[in-house]
């Protein structure tokens, strides 16, 4: 309890203020207040940053994220309430309003008839008359979620690298590399619980089960104040809470994997389960029993959650998902060779939300999440092994006050206990183990105002306390919009943010990944960045957005190949080398058409990457790997009667990489043998070949024993495209030529849908 008491001892000017602010609204008489939740009128679940307005008054806001809205002095008598939400029919009220009622009225939407109606579609929402300034920020809508072709199933990572200042690794990676970041760099959450390795297959799916996602917020950069913990993005995925109609259900069965999803009605409240399971191994078995070398490998993961409301204030819900990864590789049966892998995530939440007074709303969460693998090699008679376990048990609470119709007021605080373990053993010894278990404190205050109504600001503070060398740092945050006419916005963000957790990564194999917490020996990450953008809704149908980022790196760090690590006490400083620097800068541009039979967008990135680290590359500056100076994207959609087709196409500036630079001969002084040797040269100084690939799809609806029914087939690189990973280079014959290892060939699939 010593780091909590310390932890408690340290309280800031900001966080009691935050306290008294909270105890006064608490107390505070409303009037003339319109209050409730918005929510879909075919399942009962409520709809996030839902606008909510009375036009002849310029009066409104937007659902929280929990679907609540409040709406504060408004006139006495008849009024028209217009509410919207992209995907769902606007809906248009008469509303009697008494000058001293507090009126609670919650609106449920009905789902437009659209194309591909019970179908998954990506796509980029942006709210009509939206009052948030948030810029950088991409809401996948209610229900949907990315149906372009792809390498077995619909994922939600991979639809997020098709976006402008997203890419990914290589083909077989669901890592998202975010405006220059690292993985690492970006915060992954799943019902507001961090994930710390989200790829199941080796990067081929994501954890996520598209079956079960309600909505995503994904913020590219300059991310508000209620997030924290990471130098780059925030992707933020809610799973559905339940059909509250009607039981109902749906799934697919692919050449890879089957999945189910199942939800349905209780007693004041709804419930939902997924689950999700690759069958390779029986095809794996028999492939094996014929003499083939082939390894034994699948993977499973589950979604549950039960909701339940409690009269009109109180709403209970509990989530959870647990994941698997198995991976067993006979290297000489004869021999007792072997690699084996397995790694999973476990994660379950309690949350209870309550309605305190029409304009303040609670929500309380407790959590815990745990990331563990375990890697063991055996190479005749000699064993080794990695292990990694993170663990997270959190207390937060964010409370929203909504003051009136220029300020809404957000506070939270959140206290986490980490447990986090990164070890290795050779011959059976062990050979070091870094083990921490740090307290973590954070407050946050946030205010979205809107002083003019032109102007729209968001601004923010959040405080944090991290036990493991005793930091204590703040970090501001803002955005500022302008509406230079009703369909176009100027908008600008900047903010400061830390990062305490550092993923030691193999770019391409997800479960080789292991997270290393820091110490006091290594001082936390730090980066501050700056965004600016335009909008532009051309129309009903076309959408336009323009963007500038940079951001200003330091204090980071990077795996240390060469440093013997203390064995009787080691520390993050023996394994990293630290104190680096580096800057992200680039130019986004994104045109997307949203309504009609065809649909797509088309984005583009202009980017630079560098990184600086004392020890490396001679001091000298040096891109990163995924440092990619063009990025090009396009997808597209069309639909005809029972027929949909779809594509995707990427473009990408070659990867970096450190090309050799002289070879020469080593005598072993105890053998008198000699091995030859390749020089590295300057660090990722050399390029490969440009990146590109074209996906397509082709779906037709269906009955199926009376349910609803979709065939599929996809093509994954239609012109077998093999681009390039890495260049290996062979130490034992550096005479030989470098050799390129290849990414995947062309990939067909197909597989069947189905819903009822």
């Known amino acids: 309890m010593k780091p909590l008491i310390s932890s408690l001892s340290k309280i800031s000017p900001l966080q009691i203020g935050t306290i008294v602010i909270l105890n006064f609204v608490a107390y505070a008489a409303h009037a003339a207040i319109l209050s409730g939740f918005v929510s879909d009128e075919s399942n009962g679940e409520n709809l996030p940053a839902a606008t909510v307005t009375f036009p002849d008054l310029s009066l409104g806001t937007l659902s929280n994220d929990e679907g609540y809205y409040a709406i504060k002095n408004i006139p006495t008598g008849r009024h028209l309430l217009r509410v919207t939400y992209i995907g769902y029919s606007s809906r248009f009220d008469t509303i009697s309003i008494d000058s001293t009622q507090q009126l609670r009225y919650d609106i449920k939407l009905v789902p437009e008839t659209v194309f591909l109606s019970k179908e998954t579609v990506i796509t980029a929402k942006k709210n009509e008359e939206s009052l948030l300034p948030q810029i950088s920020v991409t809401v996948l809508q209610a229900n949907t979620i990315e149906r372009l072709p792809s390498v077995g199933e619909p994922d939600l990572l991979r639809s997020l690298q098709l976006l402008p200042g997203v890419q990914s690794a290589s083909d077989i990676s669901s890592g998202l590399y975010v405006r220059g970041g690292g993985p690492d760099q970006t915060r992954i959450l799943l019902d507001q619980v961090p994930l710390y390795n989200p790829a199941h297959a080796f990067g081929f799916f994501s954890t996520f089960n598209p079956d079960a996602i309600k909505d995503v917020t994904f913020y590219k950069g300059a991310y508000p104040a209620q997030y924290g913990g990471n130098l780059g993005a925030v992707l933020d995925v809610q799973n559905k809470e339940g059909n509250r109609k009607e039981f109902s259900g749906k799934g697919a069965i692919s050449l ?70 198995y991976l067993d590789f006979q290297l000489d049966p004869k021999a007792d060779s072997f690699f084996n892998i397995v790694w999973g995530n476990k994660a379950v939440m309690g949350r209870w939300k309550r309605i305190f007074t029409p304009t303040v709303f609670g929500r309380f969460v407790t959590f815990f999440s745990q990331y563990k693998s375990d890697i063991n090699v055996r190479i005749f008679d000699t064993p080794a092994g990695f292990s990694n376990n993170v663990e997270d048990l959190t207390l937060k609470s964010d409370i929203s006050y909504f003051a009136n119709n220029k300020h809404t007021v957000t506070s939270g605080s959140q206290l986490s206990f980490f447990d986090f373990s990164f070890g290795s053993s050779f011959n059976q010894q062990e050979q070091f183990t870094l083990k921490t278990k740090p307290v973590q404190l954070c407050f946050y205050l946030q205010d979205d105002w809107k002083p003019t109504p032109l102007v729209d600001a968001r601004i923010g503070l959040r405080s ?36 305490y957790l550092q993923l ?26 700056f965004v600016s953008g335009l909008e532009w809704e051309t129309s009903p149908s076309y959408f336009f957005n323009a963007e500038g980022y940079f951001t200003n790196l330091s204090r980071l760090v990077i795996i240390d190949t060469e440093n013997v690590v203390d064995i009787e006490r080691p520390r993050s400083k023996d394994i990293f080398k630290t104190e680096g620097t580096g800057f992200a800068t680039g130019v986004e541009f994104f045109l997307e058409k949203r309504k009609g039979s065809s649909r797509g967008w088309i984005g583009y990135t202009l980017g630079w990457t560098q990184r600086r680290f004392e020890e490396i590359n001679e001091g000298r500056s040096f891109p990163p790997k995924y440092d990619r100076r063009h990025n090009i994207s396009f997808t597209g959609t069309h639909q005809r009667n029972k027929w949909t087709l779809s594509s995707s196409f990427v473009y990408g500036t070659g990867q970096a990489f450190t090309p050799a630079s002289a070879r020469y001969s080593l005598r072993d002084p105890a053998t008198g043998l000699f091995s030859d040797r390749a020089l590295a040269g300057r660090r990722n100084t050399a390029r490969l070949l440009p990146y590109h ?20 087939f996809q093509v994954f690189n239609v012109y077998s495209r093999r681009n390039e990973w890495f260049v290996q280079y062979d130490t034992e014959n550096p005479q030989t030529e470098p050799k390129v290892i290849k990414m995947l060939p062309i990939v067909p699939t197909f597989g069947l849908n189905f819903s009822f």
Do not use: C
């Not at 390894?295 to 819900?317: A, C, E, H, I, S």
């Not at 005793?470 to 963000?493: C, G, H, N, V, W």
């Not at 193999?506 to 820091?518: A, I, N, Q, Y």
């Open 256 to 325: 890879i994997s089957g999945r189910l999803m199942l939800e349905g009605p209780i007693q004041e409240g709804s419930w939902t389960i997924a689950g999700r399971r690759t069958y390779l191994d029986p095809v794996l078995n028999i492939i094996r029993n014929r003499g083939t070398d082939v390894p034994d490998y699948y993977f499973y993961d589950f979604n549950g959650k039960l909701n339940r409301q409690v009269g009109d204030r109180d709403t209970f819900v509990i989530s959870s998902y647990f994941g698997r990864d």
């Open 504 to 529: 030691v990564t193999s770019e391409g194999f997800g479960g080789g990944d292991f997270w290393v917490p820091l110490d006091e020996t290594v001082r936390p990450g730090r980066s501050w960045q």
């Open 693 to 712: 690939r074209l996906d397509l799809g082709l779906r037709r609806k269906t009955d199926i024993f009376g349910a609803n029914g979709e065939y599929y």
């Open 464 to 499: 944090v306390y991290f036990s493991e060398g005793d930091y204590q740092m703040l970090e501001p945050r803002m955005t500022l919009s302008y509406s230079l006419s009703p369909t176009f916005r100027a908008k600008i963000a900047t903010g400061v943010y830390h990062q």
